[in-house]
């Protein structure tokens, strides 16, 4: 049983270019959640998917940042126009049901780094 | 607004000894669930024990083991017999029952020695 599966592992972007960051979640997993992890901090949430819907996007940046759980593939995490301070850790979590109880199932991130 | 807090940003610990890391937190919720996670060097966050806060019984999953003081909002991860595996970044996280999001402390930087 695959676990969650992000991709590219390490992204590097120019200021002002996008970065889109993918997310396909464990097998039965309907329940997406993206993290962002600065430098020597801990994680930071940013967004909760079910499919097609957002269900909680507190934590996004009101500007550049989307995010998106199509019926059909990934869920996508969309930067547009990077800035240096968008250089972090992105990490994607998935669960089977949005109970308090259920442990999130982390992916391995994707290493964002601005030029 | 829940907070979690980690009040030791470093721990070392010589290999088969126990070490104790801490963690409180804040909340006015009566369901939750509190979390540690590991993050070795490769960066992947691992999830080690949970513990429901309606249970009295203290989590343990083989060496590691949790002191859930929940009056005094205090959720502290024993490692017994440490191995240097065990190196790595502790987090301790929060989860309200009908919330979505974990809430993050900033992590303890365990350091294993021979």
């Known amino acids: 049983n695959a676990g969650v599966m992000q991709n590219p592992r390490h992204l590097v972007r120019r200021r002002g270019q996008e970065a889109r960051l993918r997310c396909s979640p464990m097998?039965?997993?309907?329940?997406v959640y993206w993290y962002r992890q600065l430098p020597e901090e801990g994680l930071k949430f940013m967004v909760y998917l079910q499919k097609e819907n957002i269900i909680d996007e507190s934590g996004m940046p009101k500007e550049r940042f989307s995010a998106e759980f199509p019926k059909e593939g990934p869920s996508i995490l969309r930067i547009q126009q990077v800035v240096r301070g968008d250089s972090a850790a992105y990490f994607c979590a998935s669960s089977p049901s949005k109970s308090g109880g259920q442990p999130q199932h982390f992916g391995d991130g994707t290493r964002l780094s601005i030029l | 607004a829940q907070t979690v807090t980690q009040s030791q940003p470093e721990m070392s610990v010589q290999e088969a000894e126990t070490v104790t890391l801490s963690c409180t937190y804040d909340t006015s919720e009566s369901d939750y669930y509190l979390f540690w996670y590991k993050q070795p060097p490769s960066r992947q966050m691992i999830l080690v024990i949970r513990q429901e806060a309606y249970k009295q019984q203290n989590a343990t999953e083989n060496r590691f083991s949790v002191n859930f003081q929940k009056a005094a909002k205090s959720f502290s991860l024993k490692i017994s017999d440490s191995q240097l595996g065990d190196a790595a970044m502790y987090f301790c996280a929060y989860r309200a029952g009908t919330a979505s999001k974990l809430t993050f402390g900033t992590g303890t930087r365990l350091q294993v020695t021979l």
């Open positions: 097998k039965g997993h309907s329940h």
